[in-house]
């Protein structure tokens, strides 16, 4: 093949692309398909956990697994496993599902998590053994709400909002044992199939734990007080960094 043959042949691979993205993306997540992730403590490689998504919960499947894939640099790589509660570990998620503001989401569901909604009202299974994933669409317990000045047209002003951020669709969470209070929260999305020594072995960190019995904390958490908030962000955060260094579908 001539110069000209060559060129013309790579240009017409490149314009191909685009259209086989679009069809391995729409790939990602299907049911039987699995998602791995290969996870550090303190820095050091740990090994994989892999995951086999279910029939149940298309979107939520889809979802998830496209955050594993990644999507213009989109996806779990560097988030961390920042609770390890008595019967799961849970995964704090992203904190943006875009680059910016006014950038459409590239992730299955786009910002909303209406879809991921409907399935966990229609869910049937439950969070009743070791070894199942889901993904948090609803908060335990309403957040306090607490009072803000704003500056708006010269003048302030008070108004109200809830302290800390809901769930984005991203947080997920891993159980070592039955967990029913997850039920109404979480939507199962998958099961663990590789990785379950690794998963006793994070089960086992030593973490922070909670200090409920604090009237201080109880009272400023009530009011909405920031600073409670945070701190009860930290209840059951591992002492060692859990990290996912890398995730994919297989």
Known sequence: MDRRGVMSALLASA????SAAV???EAVGGAGSKVFFDLTINGEPAGRITVELLADAPAGASRFASLAAGRQGVDYRLSKFNGVLPTYIRNDGLKSL???ANEVSPISGV????????????????HDQAGLVSIVVREKEERPVKERL???????????????EAPNGTQFAITTAPSPDL???????????????????????PVNRPRNDNPYFQAGKAMGDKRAVTAERAFYRPFQKVVVAGSGVL
């Open 150 to 164: 704003v500056a708006r047209d010269g003048k302030l002003i008070t108004v109200l909002e809830q302290a800390g």
């Open 183 to 205: 039920d109404a929260t979480n939507l199962i999305i998958g099961r663990l199939v590789e990785g379950g020594e690794l998963l006793e072995r994070i089960s086992k960190l």
């Open 15 to 18: 314009l191909l692309l685009p």
């Open 111 to 126: 910002d909303t998590i209406d879809a991921l909604e409907a399935e966990l009202d229609k869910q049937t299974r439950k």
């Open 23 to 25: 069809r391995a993306e």
């Open 98 to 100: 875009s680059y910016t």
